[in-house]
């Protein structure tokens, strides 16, 4: 997501306050959002799957999603 992107959100966000969005606009800011939520999203799932608990004895176990098989 550029920043071009999250400043056409915020702009969409002040003027529908203040003033309301054409259709057009309200579609627009419906699909902006939409494409942060999923960048947002792949983000953190990326930095997840790079995420180890290290054990009290020194053991270090990958995060798992939930419901995954953790015996590999």
């Known amino acids: 997501m ?3 992107k999250i400043d056409r959100i915020n702009f ?3 003027k529908q306050k203040a003033e309301g969005l054409t259709e057009e606009e309200k579609q627009e800011q419906f699909i902006l ?3 942060y939520i999923e960048s947002y999203k792949a983000s ?5 799957d790079n995420t180890y608990i290290v ?3 020194g053991t270090k ?3 798992t999603r939930k419901g995954e098989n953790t015996t590999n």
């Open 33 to 35: 959002r939409r494409e």
């Open 55 to 57: 054990e009290p004895d």
């Open 44 to 48: 953190l799932i990326a930095q997840l």
């Open 2 to 4: 550029t920043q071009e």
């Open 61 to 63: 176990r990958k995060v």
């Open 12 to 14: 969409l966000a002040r």
